[in-house]
């Protein structure tokens, strides 16, 4: 996209936000007003998924089945009730099935027909998760996306795309980067990137990490 | 319903674009859209298919012009008019104009359990499953108005029953108040080259999870 055209589509994008913005304060007094909704509830709703949802619960998954082989187990026999165990449950993630990443085979994680995502270890999904380019394009032509991400692969190693196109939420367990083996569990969840469990980054080495 | 929000294949979206440090929302709106709309979950009585029809059920050029949290709150207004919970013409006045309903309302101290609950779908299967893993199965040709949940890309292709997931609820029949009328789900894969042709990558999956009236033995 040239430059021009992508600041008319940010100033065209601008102007409707104000827009937005006053229908959902009308509609917000309507419906207070009306008593459907009590604001106190609102609050609650996104201090919750401002403050205590999000990647670093998927972190802690993550980072407990690279060091715990039994958990990684139960993680791939039944993900739903091993991420429960840590305490995350619930919507968006009653049904959460975890895909191994493995020198053969690279899995990434869409959903082509909304943006259905796994709230209760990812959090909400970034705005590029919810657009029409990665919707679009993932499920046909994974390798010219993740090259988008920066993220090459060797030709040989086998692409999976999961759509959720159901209630099934899929969770990516990314290979634990080289060079972790000393570390403990709250260290190599610092390892663990949101992208790494959509399947659209690598895990970081620990390197880049301890500086 | 052959919409613009079934986009798995289409081509000219450009780029993705990904944001570095990007924030969970980003306007003040797009925070209070986001509680509206799962706090009017319960007194409006609707559920996630009804929400999704909501959202996906307009013009192509009307859905691709909004963004996330724009059709999140059209498919409220949509939701809340069909039910007469909030008409348009308070939306355009800013306030009520019409008596309340009574309705039961989430209160702060639900809103934690409920997260906690979700919404589970799956249900007790009523007859066994058709399908087992390594069956190869071929996605029908559907194309109904309604609400359907089978991605265009892979109607009348070939693939295999990768995952058995138990009956759960139809997101056919529970979008337009059919009920729930569970039936078996399952994870079929797709050859990358079945859905795209020859010059798609050979060593490339994908995946779709299909309730079991999408599919025939193949």
């Given at each position: 996209m040239a430059d021009h055209e992508h600041h008319h589509h940010h100033d065209h994008d601008h102007s409707e936000l104000s827009e937005t913005e006053l229908r959902v304060r009308a509609l917000e007094t309507i419906l207070t007003e009306k008593g459907y909704v009590d604001p106190a509830a609102l609050d609650e709703l996104i201090e919750t998924y401002e403050t205590k949802v999000g990647p670093r619960n998927g972190a802690r998954v993550v980072a407990k089945a690279w060091s715990d082989p039994a958990y990684r187990e139960r993680l791939l026999h039944d993900a739903t009730a091993a991420i429960a165990e840590l305490g995350y449950t619930g919507r968006q993630g009653e049904h959460i099935v975890a895909v191994e990443n493995t020198p053969a085979t690279h899995n990434m994680v869409v959903?082509?027909?909304?943006?259905?995502?796994?709230?209760?270890?990812?959090?909400l999904p970034p705005v590029w998760y919810k657009s029409a380019p990665y919707r679009s394009r993932v499920v046909k032509e994974p390798r010219a996306v993740l090259a988008e991400f920066g993220v090459t692969l060797p030709q040989d190693t086998a692409i999976r795309v999961w759509d959720?196109?159901?209630e099934i939420r899929y969770l990516v367990i990314p290979m634990r980067p080289v060079?972790?083996?000393?570390?403990e569990e709250d260290q190599l969840a610092d390892l663990v990137t949101r992208d790494s469990m959509i399947g659209t980054g690598l895990a970081c080495p620990p390197a880049e990490i301890t500086e | 319903m052959n919409g613009a929000h079934d986009m798995g294949g289409m081509d000219g979206f450009g780029p993705v674009m990904p944001e570095s440090d990007e924030p969970l929302f980003h306007a003040a709106w797009e925070r209070r859209a986001f509680a509206l709309t799962l706090a009017m979950g319960r007194p409006g009585g609707w559920n996630i298919d009804m929400s999704r029809f909501a959202r996906e059920n307009r013009a192509p050029i009307d859905y691709l012009s909004k963004s996330y949290y724009q059709l999140w709150l059209a498919g409220l207004e949509t939701l809340m008019a069909e039910r007469g919970l909030v008409t348009a013409d308070e939306i355009d006045a800013g306030r009520p104009l019409h008596p309340a309903k009574h309705v039961s309302v989430l209160s702060a101290a639900d809103v934690a359990p409920m997260l906690t609950r979700g919404a589970p779908t799956e249900r007790e299967a009523a007859v066994p499953a058709r399908f087992g893993v390594g069956d190869r199965v071929r996605a029908k040709e559907l194309h109904p108005r309604t609400h359907i949940r089978l991605p265009r890309y892979v109607r009348g292709r070939v693939g295999t029953i990768e995952l058995v997931h138990g009956a759960h609820v139809f997101p056919d029949s529970h979008a337009h108040g059919g009920g729930e009328q569970p039936q078996w789900l399952y994870t079929v894969a797709f050859e990358a080259r079945e859905l795209w042709g020859d010059d798609a990558d050979p060593t490339s999956r994908v995946s779709v999870d299909a309730w079991d009236s999408y599919l025939e033995p193949a």
């Open positions: 959903c082509t027909l909304c943006s259905c995502y796994p709230w209760p270890v990812l959090g959720s196109t159901a060079g972790s083996d000393d570390l | -």
